[in-house]
């Protein structure tokens, strides 16, 4: 039928359908027909099937538009118009549908293209493995900086260097790790961060590598030029005396003129002698401590970490250093803020910086009638466990703030200039670090940092 109204199409063939089957009732039942009730019954089955296809066009249109949609042709159309009005606004609501569709599509896809160029644009190598360790993702930095077109999975890492697999696999979200590799001929440096993410119920992991081979080299230079100054420093310090002493003693024993030694001194004279032999002897002395203190940083002990209870471990260091304190007439509180605080380092290392800091702040305090150190734990806005050592002493001077922990550096006259050195490495074999922030007059306040 040439009908293009869906209304009269269904009208058409029911009235049709219906005389059909009327003919066929009459013809069987008031007349001796026989092929003409036949022939009537088959065609009302006929048209009877031929509604139900037609009337089910609509759902194969719409599931034949849906399949398209699934897989990302926006070409098609229904035409659905044609008929009828009853599907104007179905067909209107389906290109309403395609246009939003065809809209999410093309913002996804410049989304994609986005991320890809910023992705490669960034300075640093990513890379992103999905959970079943496959690489997902890998820019342009992470090609040049492992110098290969692609790695397929986690364990094609093993290439670059056989530990780094399981260094990787071992990151949780947020971890940081370090690891030198050898990449061919090149040695890297390597600082690994990780990022856990779920996406449409997948996990993934995106780690960033960054070669700081460069920036330690350049701190090493750094660090041992200003070791060398101060090993400079001391060792002129000590050997020029030594030196100018031992000429003038040179001087008094032997004659100048025949060069045998003489033993004829006046009494000053041997005077002279014994405080320059008393010099020699404390300058050396003073080497020989120089080295030791020395030897002090170079060899301090692998840490052996354990879960360290911070409300018991400043409980010790307050029975320790306390009385210490009162005696020179400083005032050391405890402040625990927070319960439940623990970290995972070597406890007696721990206390041995605590002690160390408790000293300085002593000696800063020193003939002050107000003196207080506070020793106090603290989270910070991450949740990450801090310790501080907080005085109200003179603070540090801006101009020796960069130096505190260069080792051998103090401004006391008494100081090896050791103990913050020591400190600091000490908190670095932790996986910690040693901060400070101070203000001359405003006092100074050493915090102890965890990861």
Not at 184 to 213: C, M, P, V
Not at 354 to 370: P, T
Request: with cysteine.
């Amino acid at each position: 039928m040439g009908f293009e109204n869906f209304r009269l199409n269904v009208a058409a063939r029911v009235l049709l359908l219906f005389g059909l089957i009327a003919v066929a009732i009459w013809g069987a039942t008031h007349t001796a027909w026989q092929v003409t009730p036949i022939v009537c019954g088959i065609l009302a089955v006929v048209l009877m099937v031929e509604l139900v296809r037609y009337v089910e066009s609509v759902n194969r249109e719409l599931a034949e538009f849906i399949s398209f949609v699934a897989h990302d042709d926006f070409a098609v159309s229904l035409p659905l118009a044609r008929k009828g009005r009853v599907f104007r606004k179905l067909e209107a609501a389906y290109q309403l549908l395609v246009g939003k569709y065809r809209s999410l599509n093309l913002q996804r896809a410049a989304n994609h293209q986005y991320l890809e160029a910023l992705v490669e644009h960034v300075s640093v190598a990513v890379v992103c493995l999905d959970g079943r360790g496959a690489v997902t993702l890998m820019n342009r930095e992470a090609k040049a900086l492992f110098k290969v077109p692609h790695l397929a999975a986690l364990k094609s890492f093993d290439r670059i260097d056989p530990n780094l697999p399981g260094v990787i696999e071992e990151l949780a979200d947020g971890g940081r790790a370090l690891i030198t590799v050898r990449n061919a001929d090149e040695t890297l440096q390597l600082a690994l961060f990780a990022t856990e993410f779920e996406l449409l119920g997948e996990r993934y992991k995106l780690i960033s590598f960054q070669n700081i081979r460069d920036e330690l080299e350049q701190r090493e230079i750094d660090f041992s030029q200003k070791l060398i100054k101060v090993l400079t420093h001391e060792i002129m310090n000590s050997v020029t005396p030594i030196i100018s002493l031992t000429k003038l003693i040179h001087d008094r024993l032997v004659d100048e003129k025949t060069g045998e030694l003489t033993m004829n001194l006046a009494r000053d004279e041997q005077q002279d002698l014994a405080r320059g032999l008393a010099s020699i002897h404390s300058r050396g002395s003073g080497l020989l401590k120089f080295v030791q203190a020395y030897s002090v940083l170079t060899n301090l002990p692998r840490p052996s970490f354990a879960d360290v209870e911070v409300a018991a471990l400043l409980d010790r260091a307050h029975a320790l250093m306390g009385p210490a304190l009162a005696a020179s007439g400083v005032d050391l509180q405890v402040q625990n803020i927070g319960a439940h605080m623990s970290v995972r380092a070597d406890p007696q290392q721990l206390e041995q910086v605590l002690i160390n800091l408790l000293k300085n702040a002593s000696e800063a305090l020193a003939g002050r009638s107000d003196g207080r150190v506070i020793l106090r734990s603290v989270r910070d806005d991450h949740g990450k466990v801090l310790i501080q050592v907080i005085d109200n002493g003179p603070g540090i001077d801006a101009a020796h703030l960069d130096d505190i922990f260069l080792p051998f550096f103090t401004t006391k006259r008494s100081g090896s200039g050791v103990g913050l050195s020591v400190s600091r490495q000490i908190m670095a074999l932790n996986k910690g670090m040693l901060t400070v922030k101070t203000a001359p007059g405003t006092g100074s306040e050493f915090t102890l940092r965890f990861r």
